[in-house]
């Protein structure tokens, strides 16, 4: 499995960046998709997460991006999204999105359950 993120980049207090995390074909359709920030000097964080089961997608946003962030998947097109809205300089470190098997019908925030992971990609945010 792999994992290829994109969409990163530098925006203003308040703007909006969509990032897009392809995953290699073949990959399960019954797994977590999880994006992670990290800032420096930071501990990795899990920002949203999404999964695919009995035809419906399900999803969970961490509070401090909730209501500005949005988690979607394609599967049609395996990618999945995260849609930033209202960004502040406290969303600004790397982003990356991450794989893990479904376990117990829902995904973990917790970095050490994803065994899969993309390379990253910049946000910065300035004022």
């Known amino acids: 499995v792999q994992l290829a993120e994109s969409g990163g980049g530098s925006v203003e207090t308040g703007g909006s960046l969509r990032l897009s995390c392809v995953v290699s074909?073949?990959?399960?359709?019954?797994?977590?998709l999880g994006w992670f920030r990290q800032a420096p000097g930071k501990e990795r964080e899990a920002v949203a997460t999404?999964?695919?089961?009995?035809?419906?997608?399900?999803?969970y946003h961490s509070p401090s991006v909730n209501g500005r962030f949005t988690v979607s998947q394609d599967n049609d097109k395996n990618t999945a999204y995260l849609q930033m809205s209202n960004l502040q300089s406290e969303d600004a470190a790397m982003y990356y999105c991450?794989?893990?098997?479904?376990?117990?019908?829902?995904?973990?925030?917790?970095?050490?359950?994803?065994?899969?992971w993309g390379q990253g990609t910049q946000v910065t945010v300035s004022s």
């Open positions: 991450a794989s893990s098997p479904l376990r117990g019908g829902s995904c973990s925030i917790l970095p050490r359950a994803y065994n899969y």
């Open positions: 999404i999964r695919y089961d009995s035809d419906a997608y399900y999803a």
């Open positions: 074909p073949g990959m399960d359709k019954k797994r977590c």
